[in-house]
């Protein structure tokens, strides 16, 4: 079978040592969020798990159900759904659910009593966000009415989740107005006889910058893939590369016109090299002008706008082959790029660089380590006190793919500890 033009690598490596970083930092109390597939890097919730995490938190029902359908057996809370979703599978599957509304809470209660299980849910309070959450204001009657659910049998409430507004900034005032919204919120839905017992606040953010500490939960999905939206260390190790394959290769004269509008025209002869991915595979068309990729070692210019399926390569005196490796980002140990520049060629964040790479290209599974558990069995609460399993992980595997969007430079070097 040849090769795909473009793959995307994912380092199982660095996902393991990421994941048992946070597992140490939060004191076992970790839940792998992989929503978004596992933000662009695929099939890694095994290897999550036996590195140090509990618990999954995906957003969708669908995302819940199909790490069910590939054995995952852990927990897994799922927390941004309608009110038509398909909440009696969701629980046939024993997937926790977030409610932010009364509608939900009656939609998943009906589902309840229709397949005769109890619904686990977390109750979601906007702390400050303006967005998902129940607002302050109606929130004693979420609680009240969640109570008088918990009472017939077909819920029970286990939690009380929120999601802190600028937790990225530890400084910022608003972290204080968001634990306090939270803390009120706790202390209301006791009044009302609910007996939540997994609390949380903390993404990787605030997990990072110790902004929501002292809860049961910390949600960590970005720094598991080697992102920290806080900027306040560099311990983290990104855990893709994607690289793509020249498909042809020319010397131009100076004075020639590269891609659409002519943005780029060679100030002298110089060698052109041509990629097969574009903006349909993830590169940011804002970058155009500004990214660089890795070629033989050296770092070259993506010159011309990006287009729809290509992107230019100024190569220099080099002259390219047709069918050579091009690295377009990466750990940045060998002097590519990063996906932290390519965000800062696009003004955009890394989270968005590594959830779009496209899907047109062909997808290679990666290798997990099978010789130790997959995961822990659903046992009656979220169980977030697991520990790294036994034995070395695989080694970088790969799945195929085109391209991502932008992300942030790196911050400086800063030790890996809550604040």
């Known amino acids: 079978m040849p090769s795909p033009a473009s793959e995307l690598v994912v380092h199982e490596d660095a996902l393991r040592e990421n994941t048992a970083r946070f597992h140490a930092l939060t004191g076992g109390r970790l839940m792998a969020v992989l929503k978004a597939d596992a933000f662009g890097h695929g099939d890694v919730a095994s290897a999550v798990l036996e590195a140090g995490a509990g618990s999954i938190g995906v957003t969708s029902i669908d995302e819940a159900l199909a790490l069910r359908q590939a054995g995952i057996g852990a927990p897994i809370l799922s927390w941004l759904n309608t009110p038509d979703a398909d909440f009696e599978t969701a629980l046939r599957a024993r997937i926790d659910l977030a409610v932010p509304n009364l509608e939900l809470l009656y939609a998943i209660a009906g589902a309840a009593r229709a397949t005769g299980t109890a619904a686990r849910v977390h109750l979601h309070v906007d702390v400050g966000?303006?967005?998902?959450?129940?607002?302050?204001?109606?929130?004693?009657?979420?609680?009240?009415?969640?109570?008088?659910?918990?009472?017939?049998?077909?819920?029970?409430?286990?939690?009380?989740?929120?999601?802190?507004?600028?937790?990225d900034d530890p400084e910022s005032g608003q972290n204080v107005r968001d634990r306090l919204v939270f803390e009120n919120a706790i202390r209301s839905a006791r009044r009302r006889g609910l007996r939540?017992?997994?609390?949380?606040?903390?993404?990787?953010?605030?997990?990072?910058?110790?902004?929501?500490?002292?809860?049961?939960?910390?949600?960590?999905g970005a720094g598991l893939f080697g992102i920290d939206p806080s900027r306040t260390t560099d311990d983290l190790r990104p855990a893709l590369s994607l690289t793509s394959t020249v498909v042809s290769a020319r010397e131009v004269p100076a004075g020639t016109?590269?891609?659409?509008?002519?943005?780029?025209?060679?100030?002298?002869?110089?060698?052109?090299?041509?990629?097969?991915?574009?903006?349909?595979?993830?590169?940011?068309?804002?970058?155009?002008?500004?990214?660089?990729v890795l070629v033989r070692g050296q770092r070259r210019a993506l010159v011309g706008r990006f287009s729809m399926d290509m992107v230019v390569v100024d190569t220099g005196e080099t002259l390219l082959r047709p069918g050579e490796r091009v690295t377009i980002f990466g750990p940045g140990r060998d002097g590519e790029?990063?996906?932290?520049?390519?965000?800062?060629?696009?003004?955009?964040?890394?989270?968005?660089?590594?959830?779009?790479v496209g899907a047109r290209t062909s997808r290679i599974p990666h290798a997990l380590?099978?010789?130790?558990?997959?995961?822990?069995?659903?046992?009656?609460?979220?169980?977030?006190?697991?520990?790294?399993?036994?034995?070395?992980?695989?080694?970088?595997?790969?799945?195929?793919?085109?391209t991502r969007s932008p992300s942030r430079p790196r911050p400086a070097s800063r030790e890996l500890s809550a604040r």
């Open 129 to 167: 966000t303006g967005r998902d959450g129940c607002p302050p204001r109606d929130w004693a009657t979420l609680c009240a009415l969640a109570c008088e659910q918990e009472a017939t049998g077909a819920l029970r409430v286990v939690g009380v989740m929120g999601h802190m507004s600028c937790a």
């Open 196 to 220: 939540p017992h997994l609390l949380h606040l903390a993404a990787t953010a605030a997990t990072l910058t110790g902004t929501a500490a002292g809860y049961d939960l910390h949600r960590v």
């Open 257 to 292: 016109g590269v891609g659409y509008g002519h943005d780029f025209v060679t100030p002298a002869r110089t060698g052109l090299a041509l990629l097969p991915l574009g903006y349909a595979d993830g590169l940011p068309r804002a970058a155009s002008g500004r990214a660089e």
């Open 337 to 356: 790029p990063t996906v932290a520049e390519w965000a800062a060629w696009s003004h955009t964040i890394e989270h968005e660089i590594v959830t779009a």
């Open 369 to 402: 380590d099978t010789s130790t558990t997959r995961s822990t069995e659903l046992s009656g609460d979220i169980a977030c006190l697991s520990t790294p399993a036994a034995g070395s992980p695989s080694s970088a595997a790969a799945r195929t793919t085109s």
